[in-house]
C-alpha cells in the first residue's frame, strides 16, 4: 500500500499523479485512513518490501519492487520458491520477473534497486551446493549476473553489496536471510576471523570479506562489553551503506 505523503514525493519525483493513480488502483478505505492509500498488489496477495528505511521504488519512481510470499502461515523449507515482482505505477501492470529459493519472511529476497531501473538486486541459493548468492537482473530484458555475494543492501550507485551471512542470520534474528538445511549452517564458536561482513563489487561480481567478526569485537569504540567471547556464539546481521554511498 502507499499512503498520501509517499505519493506526493513520489508525483514530485516522476510525475505520476493521484488522477493517474486513481485510474489504475483502486482506494483502501478500511478502518476509515486519514489519507488516501492505494492497493497496488490488490490482485496479487502475499507481497511484502523490505525495510521501511530503504526504498521499494526504482531510481525513476515509477516502479514498485516487492516479493511475494508463496505463503504465509509457516516458515519456508530450504528449496522453496518465492516471487520477485515489479508493479509498474503509471499502468498498473505488475509480473513476476524471477523466481528465488533465498529468502526469508520478514524481508523477502532482499530486493533492492541499483543505479538505475535496470538494476535489481536480490538473493538466491544454490539448492545443489546450498551456497547463497545475489544476482543482478534487469527486470526489462531479463538479463541477469550472479555474484558471488549475497545482498543486505545495495549503495545508491548500485556499484556494491553489503552483506553478512545470511545462511546464519536466523540464528539470531529469524526471517532476515535465506533458508538452507541446518546441518549445512555453519557455527561461529568465539570472535572468528573467517566470517563477518562481506561487500561485492557488483561490475565484477566478486566478494571479499570486509571485516571480520575477530576485527570488529577487536576495534570497536567503546569496547564491546563481552569479557570472554571465545565463550560465544557471534554471527552478523545488520549492514547498511550511507545515503551518499561512500560508508
Excluded at 60 to 78: H, M, N
Excluded at 95 to 119: F, K, M, Y
Excluded at 211 to 217: D, G, L, M, P, T
Aim: glycine letters at 8%; a negative charge; hydrophobic letters at 30%.
Amino acid at each position: 500500500m502507499i499512503t498520501q505523503r509517499e505519493k506526493m514525493t513520489h508525483e514530485r519525483q516522476t510525475g505520476i499523479d493521484q488522477a493517474q493513480m486513481d485510474d489504475v488502483f483502486s482506494r483502501y478505505t478500511d478502518f476509515n485512513p486519514k489519507v488516501p492509500v492505494w492497493c497496488v498488489t490488490e490482485h496479487r496477495p502475499g507481497c511484502i518490501h523490505r525495510f521501511f528505511d530503504t526504498s521499494p521504488f526504482s531510481p525513476s519512481g515509477r516502479y514498485l519492487a516487492v516479493f511475494q510470499l508463496p505463503f504465509e502461515d509457516r516458515q519456508p523449507k530450504p528449496g522453496e520458491k518465492g516471487n520477485v515482482c515489479i508493479v509498474d505505477l503509471k499502468t498498473g501492470e505488475d509480473r513476476v520477473v524471477a523466481e528465488t529459493c533465498g529468502w526469508e519472511p520478514q524481508l523477502g529476497a532482499n530486493i533492492n534497486w541499483g543505479g538505475s531501473d535496470h538494476e535489481l538486486f536480490f538473493n538466491d541459493v544454490d539448492t545443489e551446493s546450498w551456497e547463497p548468492f545475489a544476482w543482478k537482473l534487469d527486470p526489462f530484458s531479463g538479463k541477469r549476473e550472479k555474484m558471488e555475494g549475497t545482498v543486505y543492501h545495495a549503495s545508491c550507485d548500485g556499484k556494491w553489496l553489503i552483506s553478512a551471512n545470511t545462511t546464519t542470520m536466523r540464528k539470531t534474528q529469524p526471517g532476515y536471510g535465506v533458508s538452507i538445511p541446518l546441518e549445512k549452517m555453519r557455527r561461529n564458536v568465539g570472535a572468528v576471523t573467517d566470517d563477518g561482513f562481506y561487500l561485492t563489487d557488483t561490475t565484477t561480481g566478486k566478494k571479499k570479506l570486509l571485516v571480520s567478526i575477530a576485527e570488529i569485537i577487536r576495534r570497536a569504540t567503546p569496547e564491546v562489553g563481552i569479557a570472554n567471547p571465545e565463550d560465544y556464539e557471534i554471527y552478523g546481521f545488520h549492514s547498511k551503506f550511507n545515503p551518499q554511498g561512500h560508508r
